[in-house]
């Protein structure tokens, strides 16, 4: 197990609860992975067993941590996924935190489109022909429309053949994923069927570009596309 350092700040609970995240949140505790006994996390961490016990508990609590009995105590199999929900909440409630999101998810979508048009392979335009036909058919279904958004995006990505861009963009648009289901989750149905049509749009001009090779035609129809869904 990766070495846990002494808590020396006020809130003991508080910060072995943040280190056990982060070491999850960061692969370096997978789900499934049995922690170490009391004993042991006590030492490491260098706290009495009453605050370990209740930051156990609350992370019990959060889902995050299952205790088997006679086993231990484990990672939960679905603790990245109520994590991950964690943080979309947290940018929900931030807005600075979901404005610089968006600032950087249109910095590097706008350069993914402009490689994916000078690198994508016949088969990365024909799974982004597909996406987008599919993408056609759920215009009256957003919950739909948003998975095959995000499938369109990622495969323009891995159309980079960068795997660095790929996994930058999937953990940006996973954190932003909550706002743009808000966004597309309207009261009305004219309203959600008006804004899905022009996404569409947006996405066919992005597709046209990749497939004729034009980087910086794919550059400006993804700047456009962004530009617009996030009004």
């Known amino acids: 197990m990766t070495k846990i350092e002494p808590i020396q700040r006020q809130s003991v609970s508080d910060n072995i609860i943040t280190q056990l995240t982060h070491l999850i949140t960061t692969g370096q505790l997978t789900p499934g992975q049995r922690l170490p006994s009391e004993r042991d996390l006590c030492k490491q961490f260098a706290v009495g067993r009453s605050s370990l016990r209740e930051a156990l508990r609350s992370l019990s609590t ?10 231990g105590t484990y990672i939960a ?9 964690t943080a979309q909440w947290s940018l929900l409630l931030d807005q600075k935190k979901l404005d610089d999101l968006i600032e950087t998810r249109f910095t590097l979508e706008s350069q993914t489109a402009f ?8 088969t990365d335009i024909e799974t982004l022909q597909e996406i987008y036909t599919d993408m056609t058919h759920a215009l009256d279904n957003p919950k739909r429309y948003l998975e095959l958004d995000l499938q369109f995006h990622l ?3 891995q159309a980079t053949q960068n795997s660095v861009l790929c996994n930058l963009l999937e953990m940006i648009r996973t954190y932003l994923k909550q706002s743009i289901w ?11 069927l008006k804004i899905i049509k022009l996404s569409l749009k ?3 001009k992005i597709l046209q570009a990749i497939q004729a090779n034009q980087p910086e035609n794919a550059r400006q129809s993804m700047i456009t596309h962004i530009q617009t869904s996030n009004k």
């Open 155 to 157: 495969t323009i990505a």
């Open 182 to 192: 808000d966004l597309l989750n309207t009261p009305t149905y004219a309203k959600s």
């Open 115 to 122: 490689l994916a048009a000078q690198r994508a392979t016949p």
């Open 77 to 85: 199999e679905d603790s990245q996924a109520y994590l991950e929900k």
């Open 202 to 204: 947006g996405h066919q």
């Open 62 to 71: 959060m889902g995050i941590i299952v205790g088997r009995v006679g086993e």
